[in-house]
């Protein structure tokens, strides 16, 4: 019984252990995780298809806007992302069906193992019956075997029979339980296996999900900011489309003003285009007649210049046949006033009291003027005034240019081809050289009127040609020498021209073209230093010799071709003190003899041209014959007598000034002829005999009436009122 009793605990134990594997192998779990599988599965499908949906959709949305730009590019990016994903999607749906058909396959072995469990537990039960019948019916006997129980030790055998027949079953239906076990062992072992995959599949379930999730919040984020962009972009377009609205808007009405200001334009412009319209047609019309009226106009016009150049042609031939008679009148005119005037005037010019004049009363002055008349002067001789009157008279503050202003038209007329003569006359120290040369600072007439001729000459360069030309010469002792030549040594001689002119001419005298105030000085260097290397003391040489500085000025008339030639003659004469006979021997009275001589030949000579004499003694001296052809004739001579102002020269002033109103005072009258020649030998003081054989008193009686004026030594005052 307690092997019985045994036996049943575990009937009961294994029965229970079947209900338990039942309920284990059940199927329910595996079911379960399946169909929450396909839950899962069914969930993820639906969400693949809700990104794909919204994919679509955005695919579909902003892919024109964005065409080229960054997000187009990431967009791109996310795309192909989702293309992996989706393939991702599409390997897990393929690892899922696998896995689905592998549950399929599972679910159909655990169906069958649950047939053949079923049927197991069938047999069991069976047997359970089977052997529980048994074990009553064992039981029975035991009951009766032991009312009986002699027979017990039988029965027992029979039990003990019948039991090792059970025991055999036990151990067979052990057997069977053991390959039960084994077969729910090995099921275990499949449902482990299954559930083991079923975790991976979970696993893998959980990763897809975890990486759909990231690409879903990638996806947003994608969304996000391609939305974000998207708006900017969207608010840029509309302040763009604001702002250019707002310039349109302006611009617009910028120009809907100009139309309006070209509209009203237009309206103004319109009759004023009409009008133009109208003025050009009537210019066309007018510009067609033009030619014709031109040719008219350019005809008429050429007869008229044609005209008015034979007028201006006929007019010009007169002009310069009148300009030539004025020449000719002007000349005449000029040599009528010089006539009037006498062309031989006398002035005298007063040198201020010098250092040289030492003190005392041998040096006070003795020379006055008149206040109200230039051509008085007053000497006070031994005590008793006397006063003489000359053309002008220079007091010793007249300067240079003061004189100069006196000669200067005398100059001029050597450029209309008049000869000229100017004298300086006086004793020696009274001023001669001063007067003529002067100094370097303060030149004389000399370098003015070379400079004046140059002025002048450049003033009518436009009508006249000129050339000057200068020569110097000295003449002492009677002989001619040559300033500026070579040999200064050489005694020049003075001879008829042989063309039959009547001129005079000096062969071998140098001649120099001057063209400018250097010239000059050069000239007058070279002179100098002549005269200095061949005199050791040039300052008594210089007052015993006279000094001719000769310019000649030849001119030719472009338009008239009319030639001219003038000369003047500046002459710095020997000093014209006298020498005693007495006191005075030798080489220094030869000298006084020949100053005397030429001297006293110019005073006749003057005389005789003024006295119109037929014939004058030029050939007296030198001097005279040398300047025959500017004395002669329409020349004009000017002598300044040069006087020394102090006491101790009273004697020789006295004797200048007589000499120069005796040249002065020779007026002639119109017709006239005076000659005062015969005065000339009757001075007393005069040491020297008048050379001069012309001087007829026969001449007087040519003398016009009413003219009578004389002139005698001594004579003082005498106003010389020539007969009209
Ligand atoms: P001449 O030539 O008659 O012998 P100068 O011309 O040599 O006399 O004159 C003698 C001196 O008197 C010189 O020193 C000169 O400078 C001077 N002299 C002459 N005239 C004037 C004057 N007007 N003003 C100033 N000094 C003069
Ligand atoms: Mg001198």
Same mark, same amino acid.
């Given at each position: 019984?307690?092997?019985?009793?045994?036996?049943?605990?575990?009937?009961?134990?294994?029965?229970?252990?079947?209900?338990?594997?039942?309920?284990?192998?059940?199927?329910?779990?595996?079911?379960? &995780?399946?169909?929450?599988?396909?839950?899962?599965?069914?969930?993820?499908?639906?969400?693949?298809?809700?990104?794909?949906?919204?994919?679509?959709?955005?695919?579909?949305? !902003?892919?024109?806007?964005?065409?080229?730009?960054?997000?187009?590019?990431?967009?791109?990016?996310?795309?192909?992302?989702?293309?992996?994903?989706? +393939?991702?999607?599409?390997?897990?749906?393929?690892?899922?069906?696998?896995?689905?058909?592998?549950?399929?396959? =599972?679910?159909?072995?655990?169906?069958?193992?649950?047939?053949?469990?079923?049927?197991?537990? #069938?047999?069991?039960?069976?047997?359970?019956?089977?052997?529980?019948?048994?074990?009553?019916?064992?039981?029975?006997?035991?009951?009766?075997?032991?009312?009986?129980?002699?027979?017990?030790?039988?029965?027992?055998?029979?039990?003990?029979?019948?039991?090792? =027949?059970?025991?055999?079953?036990?151990?067979?239906?052990?057997?069977?339980?053991? &390959?039960?076990?084994?077969?729910?062992?090995?099921?275990?072992?499949?449902?482990?296996?299954?559930?083991?995959?079923?975790?991976?599949?979970?696993?893998?379930?959980?990763?897809?999900?975890?990486?759909?999730?990231?690409?879903?919040?990638?996806?947003?984020?994608? &969304?996000?900011?391609?939305?974000?962009?998207?708006?900017?972009?969207?608010?840029?377009?509309?302040?763009?489309?604001?702002?250019?609205?707002?310039?349109?808007?302006?611009?617009?009405?910028?120009?809907?003003?100009?139309?309006?200001?070209?509209?009203?334009?237009?309206?103004?412009?319109?009759?004023?285009?009409?009008?133009?319209?109208?003025?050009?047609?009537?210019?066309?019309?007018?510009?067609?007649?033009?030619?014709?009226?031109?040719?008219?106009?350019?005809?008429?016009?050429?007869?008229?210049?044609?005209?008015?150049?034979?007028?201006?042609?006929?007019?010009?031939?007169?002009?310069?046949?009148?300009?030539?008679?004025?020449?000719?009148?002007?000349?005449?005119?000029?040599?009528?006033?010089?006539?009037?005037?006498?062309?031989?005037?006398?002035? #005298?010019?007063?040198?201020?009291?010098?250092?040289?004049?030492?003190?005392? !009363?041998?040096? *006070?002055?003795?020379?006055?003027?008149?206040?109200?008349?230039?051509?008085?002067?007053?000497? +006070?001789?031994?005590?008793?005034?006397?006063?003489?009157?000359?053309?002008?008279?220079?007091?010793?503050?007249?300067?240079?240019?003061?004189?100069?202003?006196?000669?200067?038209?005398?100059?001029?007329?050597?450029?209309?081809?008049?000869?000229?003569?100017?004298?300086?006359?006086?004793?020696?120290?009274?001023?001669?050289?001063?007067?003529?040369?002067?100094?370097?600072?303060?030149?004389?007439?000399?370098?003015?009127?070379?400079?004046?001729?140059?002025?002048?000459?450049?003033?009518?360069?436009?009508?006249?040609?000129?050339?000057?030309?200068?020569?110097?010469?000295?003449?002492?002792?009677?002989?001619?020498?040559?300033?500026?030549?070579?040999?200064?040594?050489?005694?020049?001689?003075?001879?008829?021209?042989?063309?039959?002119?009547?001129?005079?001419?000096?062969?071998?005298?140098?001649?120099?073209?001057?063209?400018?105030?250097?010239?000059?000085?050069?000239?007058?260097?070279?002179?100098?230093?002549?005269?200095? *290397?061949?005199?050791?003391?040039?300052?008594? &040489?210089?007052?015993?010799?006279?000094?001719?500085?000769?310019?000649?000025?030849?001119?030719?008339?472009?338009?008239?071709?009319?030639?001219?030639?003038?000369?003047?003659?500046?002459?710095?004469?020997?000093?014209?003190?006298?020498?005693?006979?007495?006191?005075?021997?030798?080489?220094?009275?030869?000298?006084?003899?020949?100053?005397?001589?030429?001297?006293?030949?110019?005073?006749?000579?003057?005389?005789?041209?003024?006295?119109?004499?037929?014939?004058?003694?030029?050939?007296?001296?030198?001097?005279?014959?040398?300047?025959?052809?500017?004395?002669?004739?329409?020349?004009?001579?000017?002598?300044?007598?040069?006087?020394?102002?102090?006491?101790?020269?009273?004697?020789?002033?006295?004797?200048?000034?007589?000499?120069?109103?005796?040249?002065?005072?020779?007026?002639?009258?119109?017709?006239?002829?005076?000659?005062?020649?015969?005065?000339?030998?009757?001075?007393?003081?005069?040491?020297?005999? !008048?050379?001069?054989?012309?001087?007829?008193?026969? #001449?007087?009686?040519?003398?016009?009436?009413?003219?009578?004026?004389?002139?005698?030594?001594?004579?003082?005052?005498?106003?010389?009122?020539?007969?009209?």
């Amino acid at each position: 019984t307690h092997e019985v009793e045994h036996l049943k605990e575990k009937l009961i134990s294994q029965a229970q252990e079947v209900s338990r594997l039942r309920s284990e192998l059940g199927g329910t779990d595996l079911e379960k &995780h399946r169909d929450l599988l396909m839950v899962e599965n069914e969930r993820l499908r639906q969400e693949m298809r809700r990104c794909e949906a919204e994919l679509q959709e955005l695919r579909a949305k !902003p892919a024109a806007p964005c065409a080229g730009c960054e997000h187009s590019q990431e967009s791109a990016q996310l795309r192909d992302r989702l293309s992996q994903l989706q +393939l991702e999607v599409a390997e897990n749906k393929g690892l899922l069906s696998e896995l689905n058909l592998e549950v399929q396959q =599972k679910t159909d072995r655990l169906a069958e193992v649950e047939l053949r469990l079923k049927d197991c537990l #069938a047999e069991k039960a069976q047997e359970e019956e089977r052997l529980s019948r048994r074990l009553r019916d064992s039981h029975e006997t035991i009951a009766s075997l032991r009312a009986q129980s002699p027979p017990i030790k039988y029965v027992i055998k029979t039990v003990e029979v019948e039991s090792s =027949k059970t025991k055999q079953a036990l151990s067979e239906s052990q057997a069977r339980n053991q &390959h039960l076990q084994e077969q729910v062992a090995m099921q275990r072992q499949v449902l482990k296996e299954m559930e083991q995959q079923l975790q991976s599949s979970h696993q893998l379930t959980a990763q897809l999900r975890a990486q759909i999730a990231m690409y879903e919040s990638e996806l947003e984020r994608a &969304h996000g900011q391609m939305l974000e962009e998207m708006q900017s972009l969207e608010e840029d377009k509309n302040r763009a489309i604001e702002e250019a609205f707002a310039r349109a808007q302006v611009e617009m009405k910028a120009v809907h003003e100009n139309l309006a200001g070209v509209r009203t334009n237009l309206l103004t412009l319109q009759p004023a285009l009409r009008t133009l319209t109208n003025d050009y047609n009537g210019l066309k019309r007018q510009v067609r007649g033009f030619p014709l009226l031109l040719q008219e106009a350019l005809k008429s016009v050429k007869a008229e210049i044609g005209q008015a150049i034979e007028e201006v042609n006929s007019n010009n031939q007169e002009l310069l046949r009148k300009y030539r008679r004025e020449l000719q009148l002007r000349k005449k005119c000029h040599n009528e006033l010089v006539r009037l005037k006498g062309n031989i005037r006398v002035i #005298a010019r007063v040198r201020p009291v010098t250092k040289e004049d030492g003190e005392g !009363p041998e040096a *006070t002055n003795a020379v006055t003027f008149d206040p109200d008349d230039d051509s008085i002067i007053h000497l +006070l001789h031994k005590g008793k005034p006397v006063s003489f009157e000359l053309d002008k008279v220079f007091s010793s503050q007249a300067s240079q240019q003061d004189v100069f202003q006196e000669v200067q038209a005398l100059i001029t007329s050597c450029i209309d081809g008049f000869n000229v003569c100017i004298f300086a006359y006086g004793q020696t120290g009274a001023g001669k050289t001063y007067t003529m040369e002067g100094t370097p600072e303060n030149p004389g007439i000399n370098q003015r009127a070379l400079r004046l001729l140059f002025s002048e000459v450049q003033e009518k360069a436009s009508d006249w040609e000129y050339t000057i030309t200068v020569s110097a010469a000295e003449i002492y002792n009677e002989v001619l020498r040559d300033l500026l030549g070579q040999e200064p040594q050489e005694k020049l001689e003075i001879r008829l021209c042989p063309d039959g002119s009547g001129q005079l001419y000096v062969p071998g005298l140098t001649e120099f073209q001057v063209q400018s105030v250097e010239d000059i000085n050069k000239v007058f260097e070279f002179g100098h230093t002549n005269r200095t *290397t061949e005199f050791t003391n040039l300052n008594e &040489h210089s007052s015993r010799s006279h000094a001719l500085l000769i310019v000649t000025v030849r001119g030719v008339d472009c338009s008239t071709g009319l030639r001219t030639t003038g000369k003047l003659n500046l002459v710095d004469l020997a000093g014209s003190e006298r020498v005693g006979k007495s006191g005075a021997e030798g080489s220094r009275l030869r000298e006084a003899q020949h100053i005397n001589k030429s001297l006293s030949a110019l005073g006749d000579v003057i005389a005789a041209l003024r006295s119109r004499q037929g014939h004058v003694p030029f050939r007296n001296s030198k001097l005279t014959y040398l300047l025959q052809d500017s004395l002669s004739g329409d020349s004009k001579t000017l002598m300044v007598v040069q006087v020394s102002p102090v006491e101790k020269n009273t004697s020789e002033t006295l004797y200048s000034l007589k000499f120069a109103e005796r040249v002065r005072s020779v007026e002639l009258g119109p017709g006239s002829r005076r000659t005062e020649l015969g005065s000339w030998s009757s001075q007393e003081h005069l040491e020297w005999e !008048p050379a001069c054989q012309t001087s007829q008193p026969s #001449a007087r009686a040519h003398s016009a009436p009413g003219s009578g004026t004389t002139s005698r030594p001594g004579s003082i005052r005498r106003k010389l009122q020539p007969s009209a």
